[in-house]
């Protein structure tokens, strides 16, 4: 699992680290630079999965892959034009992390790769403090070369080994040098693993105008949610009475009446296409089924949100902004109770944004630690990630009311910026 993201120079930020647990909440006002730390993970997860640099930045017509908000042009924090990213990530072993650094320069319309690293982190003992380091690869441009637009990461992990040793002529290979880079085959074992949690980062953005189509059988989710109906309909039975199941569980508190089931089915001359299905009642009336035309925008996020816990696989990262978009103030204890559980079950760890006051009332004291504050310093700015439980005067500020209530009335903001002036 990806433990913490330093972003240095990127977007609006200087240098600051947001660290990730199993569910993070990462609250700030408008324009504080939630969107730009989320971006990152999104440009990691395109470069994860094979794409160019400058195409995960900018964008890609022929793919249809949509820039990065700003562009390349907002890229990095002005006025530099250099920006670095680090991730640190769970290692193949128990008492092992891998680090992961990537340099870009930015230069109007190209971009160049300035330094990627990859160093294993091993630990005398699980969670001991001063590890041993041992470089897996290190390319720095200054060496020779330049002008690279691919990602070391994912272009190693493509080459075959030959007798357990790989040979890569980064030359001829990633036109970069003339040297010969040599890989034990336990250091390709670090670099897939590191991957593939850069690729299981997931990037959710239901929309509820979307999901009311039928959609096509599917075993991926889109990032809009438009095709869950074809997710769940194309699982296998018995899996998908599982699925669905626990959907129904999970939405049977949201809305006033009495949901008996929720479910997808194929429909069409082919069988090709799937629609989402509830069966609800009233009472003493008698129950009615209706799909997904008939839903309200708040069940769909959740009935989308609660399909991605489901079907996203285990070490992923799921990424949500505005988790709570369409749902009552009163539902926000069940959101959040059900991100809790679902993503501890299912080994998937979640990361959303929220400006619901109810929400982080839901949180209370107990969600202290995992709460990440976005915030601009007074004097220069750049945004920052503080820890809320870092907030010199939040003991002070929790005597005099609950986290929802400071957050309405700004007053974690203005002791952030009390704090900045001093």
């Not at 160019?52 to 890229?75: C, H, M, P, S």
């Not at 990530?89 to 008492?95: F, H, I, L, P, R």
């Not at 479910?263 to 609800?280: H, K, P, Q, V």
Request: net charge negative; with cysteine; glycine share 8%.
């Amino acid at each position: 699992m990806i433990k913490e993201l330093r972003l240095k120079n990127w977007k609006s930020f200087a240098d600051a680290t947001l660290y990730i647990d199993p569910l993070t909440l990462l609250i700030g006002t408008n324009a504080s630079g939630k969107s730009n730390a989320l971006d990152a993970l999104l440009f990691l997860h395109r470069l994860a999965s094979g794409g160019y640099i400058f195409d995960a930045i900018n964008g890609n017509g022929d793919t249809k892959l949509q820039a990065l908000r700003g562009g390349i042009e907002w890229v990095c924090l002005k006025p530099h034009r250099q920006f670095t990213l680090e991730v640190l990530a769970d290692g193949v072993e128990a008492n092992q992390d891998c680090r992961y650094v990537l340099t870009v320069q930015v230069n109007q319309l190209n971009v160049e790769l300035i330094a990627e690293s990859l160093t294993l982190l091993t630990y005398e003992s699980v969670g001991g403090l001063l590890p041993k380091e041992k470089d897996i690869f290190r390319y720095n441009s200054k060496d020779g070369g330049g002008g690279n637009n691919l990602c070391l990461l994912s272009s190693f992990a493509s080459i075959p080994s030959l007798d357990g040793i790989l040979t890569l002529n980064l030359g001829s290979a990633l036109s970069l040098n003339q040297t010969k880079t040599f890989f034990e085959k336990d250091a390709l074992v670090n670099i897939n693993y590191v991957l593939a949690q850069l690729k299981q980062i997931f990037i959710f953005d239901p929309i509820p105008s979307h999901i009311r189509d039928d959609s096509p059988l599917s075993k991926k989710l889109n990032t809009d949610g438009s095709n869950i109906a074809g997710v769940l309909a194309a699982l296998e039975p018995s899996r998908k009475e599982e699925v669905e199941a626990t959907l129904t569980n999970y939405f049977k508190s949201l809305p006033e009446s009495d949901i008996k089931r929720v479910w997808a089915e194929t429909i069409g001359r082919f069988n090709s296409d799937a629609m989402l299905y509830c069966e609800e009642g009233w009472g003493e009336a008698a129950s009615h089924e209706i799909d997904a035309r008939g839903m309200s925008d708040g069940s769909l996020r959740y009935l989308a949100i609660v399909t991605a816990l489901l079907t996203r696989e285990k070490g992923s990262l799921l990424v949500i902004e505005e988790v709570d978009n369409g749902l009552h103030p009163s539902r926000a204890h069940l959101l959040l109770e059900m991100l809790r559980t679902l993503g501890k079950e299912r080994g998937v760890d979640v990361i959303v944004t929220t400006h619901n006051p109810a929400l982080l009332d839901a949180a209370g004291g107990k969600m202290l630690p995992f709460i990440t504050v976005a915030h601009r310093d007074g004097k220069t700015g750049v945004s920052q990630l503080i820890q809320l439980e870092d907030v010199n005067q939040l003991p002070k500020l929790m005597a005099s009311g609950s986290l929802g209530k400071l957050s309405t009335e700004g007053r974690i903001e203005a002791a952030l910026k009390r704090e900045d002036a001093q």
